[in-house]
């Protein structure tokens, strides 16, 4: 079921972290579904900074703690960057809220929800897990406007 979860289009960026191919998945599930640009999916550090994006997801897979391009890379999303950033984590609770913590102190709004997901050593993503990350991507950007 293809089609655009908002009526006007935003400018979105889904950044991964490390390069596991369930979080590739994911990013281009919900570039794929959202019509988003052939750029809009890119590993962190990304090739090309943020700017001005209206939102940036992160699905991260973070055993213990973030490693340290990551946290560097969380550290520089100010609002300038990245007005919201929302998370998709594979990992602890306390980890998400660590990274919830950098990316305030830089200066951006963080959407309050983390989804929560196993990456697991399988890349496919189930449709159990597409329409979770549906239902989520949507209250993300409703919850913006």
């Avoid at 919900?30 to 939102?55: G, H, M, T």
């Avoid at 990274?99 to 963080?110: C, H, M, P, Q, R």
Wanted: glycine share 4%; with cysteine.
């Amino acid at each position: 079921m293809k089609g655009l979860v908002f009526a006007m289009p935003i400018k979105m960026r889904i950044l991964y972290h490390p390069k596991k191919g369930k979080l590739l998945n994911i990013a281009n599930y919900i570039k794929d579904q959202n019509e988003l640009s052939f750029n809009a999916v890119d590993i962190i550090p990304p090739a090309y900074s943020c700017d001005k994006e209206r939102i940036v997801v992160l699905a991260l897979s973070i055993k213990d703690e973030p490693a340290d391009d990551l946290r560097l890379f969380c550290r520089e999303l100010s609002k300038q960057r990245a007005q919201n950033v929302a998370l998709i984590m594979d990992g602890k609770h306390s980890t998400a809220e660590s990274i919830k913590s950098i990316l305030k102190e830089a200066g951006t709004n963080v959407v309050d929800e983390v989804l929560f997901i196993k990456c697991g050593l399988f890349g496919k993503i189930n449709d159990e897990e597409k329409a979770a990350v549906s239902e989520w991507i949507k209250k993300v950007v409703a919850s913006l406007q």
